[in-house]
């Protein structure tokens, strides 16, 4: 798998700097981005998969810049948004599935084939001509991850993928994305959910406030966080 | 989102998109040429009665019907105008020609699959690839056909908080979070559809 | 590019779930609905081309056969009834309304309400009488009677669109593309 390099990556709307001077190179094979809110982890993972452009520095997966070269990146990397309301384009399972094949370049009747057959595999073919407004959450969810993965990434990139799914369908999707042999880099918020992660990026303010195996990053993150809980907020 | 597309398989389902709006377009013509007198309801009675037969024939004839209802509010206000001023034949052509126009429309809309009509419609406008390019297009009728639902289940959570006494400030102060949620949907999903590789 | 795809579809979705809130009906199947607010609304919002995009994306979905005229209506039939102008208006009105909306300068409630009117009545109006007249077979004057009773219902949608753009002016100055 090829590594993600950020050199130097500054990321700022205007007013505001969102990511500064990131320099890192994630290679492992589940990672996960830790830090409070407003730290800037959904917009790494957005310039990461090129939705944004860096104002300053580099991103790269291999060699390919996600941002200029978008068809390159389609092929390497996906991304699941936090709401799967958001993400689904079309009205029925069908067309979903098959809409991120024809992007690829394939044709209409031989995508829908593809979904079909997906769909087959997983034990669930009376989907195919379901409406998406008749699916739950959580199935949405399910949905939307079977959409990225029929474009076969390299790279899945997870903006709390379980924030809003009750505790059986978080369960259940832990265990789908536990058996996916691409690289994962998920957003976390707890501690406890990056035990098994390769390496762990943590950001603080858009900066780069440590980046390792957990048992590396973790105990610094930690007490960090006790510390700012141990205070009243400003 | 259910279309109108009856369900129920006709023959006519499988006639060619093109043929059959063309008819329909040359039927419609030929039924609002003549002036309206016996010739002219002769002929829309004459279409009424072989469309009903035609959905009758296959079965879809509750549903054909069912279709009517928007030509009540024009049928009563016809009663009503040419009963007042004696004018029964003037009115009679007129609503069965416009009853007929819609029947005939109708069996067009009930026989005829949305992607097929889609797709002609499309290929019609070839053409103007430049301005309107097909993909986007195509793109942009199923995210729509995809959102009605959810805007309408947003639009349903504000019919029950809009009591008919309530101020008009209070309805729009209702009304514009709807309008914002919206916008910002729409934020979201442009870049969930760029992720995916873009509408062009 | 993305973006304005969206926003079109986005809200030609609003325009047909409007049509779904309950109406007051003056006859039966002839009410006043909501969707001619949505026509407004695209154009005071999105502004003149991309709310006539919105409102036309609205029509050519709606003759392919989706019910989403006002009462679950749809499909090319409504052509053939007295509503075809209307129909067929929606566009136009959206445009309308966004143009003046962006040659308007002042309050945005102000201008709001004046491209409503024009846009989405004056305008929609135009297309909607002659529509009429050739539906029920009458005379432009005596269509335009039978219309006289929209005004005061339309009046009311075009504060309402005045009102939730100006909303919408306020919370997100940038959302308003109509003045971009």
């Known amino acids: 798998m090829e590594p993600i ?13 969102l990511l500064h001077d990131l320099s890192v190179t994630l290679a492992g094979r589940r990672i996960g981005l830790i830090g409070r809110n407003g730290s800037g982890k959904t917009t790494l993972l957005r310039l990461i998969a090129g939705l944004v452009a860096p104002s300053a520095g580099t991103v790269r997966l291999g060699e390919t810049d996600p941002f200029a070269d978008r068809k390159a990146a389609l092929r390497k990397i996906g991304i699941l948004f936090q709401n799967p309301d958001h993400q689904i384009l079309f009205p029925t399972v069908e067309e979903e599935l098959a809409f991120g094949l024809t992007q690829l370049g394939q044709p209409q009747a031989q995508a829908l084939a593809l979904a079909k057959a997906r769909l087959a595999a997983e034990g669930r073919e009376d989907w195919t001509k379901r409406a998406v407004s008749t699916l739950s959450h959580g199935q949405k969810q399910w949905l939307c ?82 510390r700012l809980g141990a205070e009243d907020a400003p | ?61 509750a549903a054909w019907l069912r279709l009517f209802r928007p030509l009540w509010p024009f049928a009563l206000l016809l009663i009503l105008w040419h009963g007042v001023t004696r004018t029964p034949l003037e009115g009679a052509v007129i609503l069965l020609r416009m009853a007929a126009a819609m029947g005939a429309a109708n069996l067009v809309t009930m026989t005829t699959r949305l992607a097929d009509l889609q797709g002609l419609v499309l290929w019609l406008m070839r053409p103007l690839a430049p301005i309107l390019p097909a993909k986007p297009l195509a793109i942009a009728i199923a995210l729509m056909i995809r959102f009605v639902p959810v805007m309408s289940d947003r639009a349903a959570q504000l019919a029950q908080a809009w009591p008919a006494r309530s101020s008009r400030r209070a309805r729009a102060r209702l009304m514009a979070p709807r309008a914002l949620a919206a916008l910002d949907d729409a934020d979201r999903v442009a870049e969930a559809l760029r992720a995916r590789g873009g509408a062009l | 590019m993305e973006r304005h795809l969206t926003h079109v579809a986005l809200f030609a979705a609003m325009i047909a779930a409007l049509g779904l809130i309950p109406r007051f009906e003056v006859f039966p199947g002839l009410g006043i609905t909501a969707q001619s607010m949505g026509v407004m609304l695209c154009g005071t919002i999105l502004g003149a081309r991309l709310g006539g995009m919105a409102a036309g994306l609205f029509v050519l979905v709606l003759l392919l056969g989706l019910p989403i005229w006002a009462g679950g209506q749809g499909g090319v039939g409504l052509l053939a009834t007295g509503k075809v102008g209307f129909i ?7 445009f309308a309304a966004g143009w003046v909306m962006s040659r308007l300068k002042g309050a945005v409630g102000v201008a709001a309400f004046a491209a409503s009117v024009l846009g989405g009545m004056i305008v929609l109006y135009a297309f909607g009488i002659p529509g009429m007249a050739w539906g029920l077979g009458k005379s432009l004057a005596e269509a335009a009677v039978i219309c006289l009773s929209f005004i005061p219902g339309d009046l009311v949608k075009a504060a309402l669109a005045a009102g939730i753009t100006s909303a919408v002016a306020k919370a997100r100055p940038a959302a308003l593309l109509s003045r971009g």
């Open chain 1, 145 to 226: 991850l079977q959409a990225i993965l029929l474009m076969g990434p390299e790279t899945l990139l997870l903006d709390e993928p379980f924030a809003a799914l009750d505790l059986p369908t978080e369960t259940r999707l832990r265990r789908q994305l536990a058996r996916l042999p691409q690289r994962l880099i998920t957003i976390a918020h707890r501690p406890d959910d990056l035990s098994d992660c390769d390496e762990v990026l943590w950001l603080e303010a858009g900066r780069l406030a440590g980046f390792g195996p957990p048992a590396q990053v973790l105990p610094g993150f930690i007490a960090e966080m006790t």
């Open chain 1, 5 to 17: 390099r950020l050199t130097h990556a500054s990321c700022s709307v205007p007013g505001k700097t």
């Open chain 2, 1 to 61: 989102m259910l279309s109108l597309t009856s369900p129920v398989e006709t023959p006519a389902h499988g006639w060619r998109v093109g043929p059959k709006l063309l008819a329909l377009a040359g039927l419609t013509l030929g039924l609002f040429l003549p002036a309206p007198g016996w010739p002219a309801l002769a002929l829309a009675l004459a279409v009424l009665v072989a469309a009903a037969l035609a959905a009758g024939r296959w079965a879809i004839l």
């Open chain 3, 88 to 94: 067929l208006g929606f566009p136009f009105a959206a």
